[in-house]
């Protein structure tokens, strides 16, 4: 079902139009509003009236998470602080989070763009969803709330974890669509079974999976285990959260909401944008967004466009399932999770050295683990066994507490891990998707 006829189906020309009327906004209220912005317009030589075709973006400056993270926490709030409504964080690459700032117009935003993505997984107001992606700072419960309460449908919030419940809800209640990580809905798809569940004979039959990297075979996995279309979503907290690129029917490459956030693939190493199948970075520019609009957002995910039209009807470009990222970001159960925020809590824990080994794995329940492998300092190592134990429980709960995810120390001797001439090699992931 397509949410939004008239936008999502709209002649491509047209769409330039508002898109190139919505990009000459979003830079005069940048730079009338966000001095990070207008000084760095005005370090290039660049005013907003300089800009006169879609083209002309390739003029403005990129935005990096490291803006965003020196900019903490309202440096880049285009609009006064009581027009805030809601405000979202994720996990920045050091102990700041990346935060977004909405009013309610962007929440609005928020709404259409996630009623596109559930409706093109055939989500109609008939539909009871079962939401289990986090509610709380994490985007993934707020953005399925809001969708599918404008589409009317009927939303549990059931927020992640618990999986039991999750299951006694779901025949109890009869839900017809699953929103969680892909890895989640493998796992309760196993614990159904253990129960002697069998997921063929419930109503569900249909889920929009995303917040992290998923296979074609996953896919298959999943569709297979519940009898149900699996839909790949894409989004990120800096531009709205879920709801920035989806799956229709075709599940063929994911639809950009394109009159929203305005996508360009841009060679990492140079900045220059990518044609047409030609792998890339991602970036976004918010079109029309009000708390905390961004300019040429780099996410540093990787994917490559796909113009051709899709036998869906919508006109919107696509881009290609996420092939991977320019960075170390590890996504650990929905989780973002980046080497140097373990780096800088180490640092503060008294006994530990700054040598450390990330190894990743999915466990026989398909969810990822995490091992943290960090050194011992000399004379902490000779200690009695409990005063280790106390140091590695230490550990466990601070890093819990700082990258909201839990994870197992195994504490090593000193000088064990392989230490390397050039750049360290700190993560060990072992998971294939
Ligand atoms: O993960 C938003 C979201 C919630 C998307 C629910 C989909 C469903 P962040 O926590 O800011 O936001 O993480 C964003 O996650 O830059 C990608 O690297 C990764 N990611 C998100 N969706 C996908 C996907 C949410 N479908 C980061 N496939 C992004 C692969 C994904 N990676």
Redesign the pocket.
């Known amino acids: 079902m397509i949410f939004n006829v008239e936008n999502e189906c709209m002649d491509v020309q047209a769409r330039r139009k508002v898109q190139l009327a919505s990009l000459k906004n979003l830079v005069e209220g940048l730079y009338a509003r966000v001095p990070f912005y207008r000084n760095k317009m005005k370090e290039m030589g660049i005013q907003p009236g300089d800009i006169h075709s879609l083209e002309d973006i390739q003029k403005l400056p990129f935005t990096t998470k490291d803006d965003l993270r020196d900019n903490y926490p309202h440096g880049l709030r285009a609009c006064p602080a009581d027009r805030i409504v809601e405000v979202h964080m994720?996990s920045g690459t050091t102990g700041k989070p990346?935060v977004n700032e909405y009013t309610s117009k962007d929440i609005g935003i928020w709404s259409e763009a996630m009623s596109r993505t559930l409706a093109a997984a055939g989500c109609t107001k008939d539909d009871i969803v079962q939401n289990c992606?986090g509610y709380g700072l994490?985007?993934?419960g707020a953005?399925?709330h809001f969708g599918a309460l404008n589409i009317g449908a009927q939303v549990l919030p059931m927020s992640s974890g618990n999986t039991d419940r999750q299951l006694m809800v779901m025949q109890d209640f009869g839900s017809t669509l699953l929103t969680c990580t892909p890895s989640y809905a493998l796992y309760v798809a196993e614990e159904a079974a253990e129960a002697g569940i069998n997921l063929h004979n419930l109503p569900l039959n249909k889920g929009c999976?995303?917040?992290?990297?998923?296979s074609e075979g996953m896919r298959k996995e999943i569709e297979a285990r519940y009898a149900m279309k699996a839909y790949?979503?894409?989004?990120?907290?800096?531009i709205i959260?879920?709801g920035v690129a989806f799956e229709c029917e075709a599940q063929n490459g994911l639809h950009v909401n394109e009159d929203l956030f305005y996508p360009e693939i841009i060679d990492p190493a140079t900045g220059v944008p990518l044609p047409e199948n030609q792998r890339g970075e991602l970036v976004f520019s918010t079109l029309t967004r009000e708390g905390t609009p961004l300019l040429r957002y780099r996410?540093?995910?990787i994917t490559y466009f796909m113009n051709e039209p899709c036998t869906c009807g919508r006109t919107t470009v696509r881009i290609h399932?996420?092939l991977g990222?320019t960075d170390d970001?590890l996504?650990i159960r929905?989780?973002?999770v980046f080497p140097s925020q373990i780096e800088h809590a180490l640092i503060e824990i008294e006994g530990t050295e700054p040598q450390y080994l990330i190894v990743v794995s999915r466990g026989k329940d398909h969810l990822d683990e995490m091992e943290l492998q960090v050194e011992v300092k000399r004379e902490f190592f000779s200690d009695e066994v409990k005063s280790l134990e106390g140091l590695r429980n230490r550990i466990e709960t601070i890093m819990k507490s700082k990258l909201q995810v839990a994870l197992k120390v195994k504490l090593v001797e000193p000088k064990t891990l392989e230490r390397s001439i050039g750049k360290a090699k700190r993560v060990i992931d072992n998971r294939s998707i």
Do not use: K, Q
């Open positions: 994720s990346v992606y994490f985007t993934g953005g399925v999976f995303g917040a992290e990297p998923w790949d979503i894409y989004g990120l907290t800096e959260g879920p996410t540093r995910d399932r996420l990222r970001m996504i929905g989780v973002n």
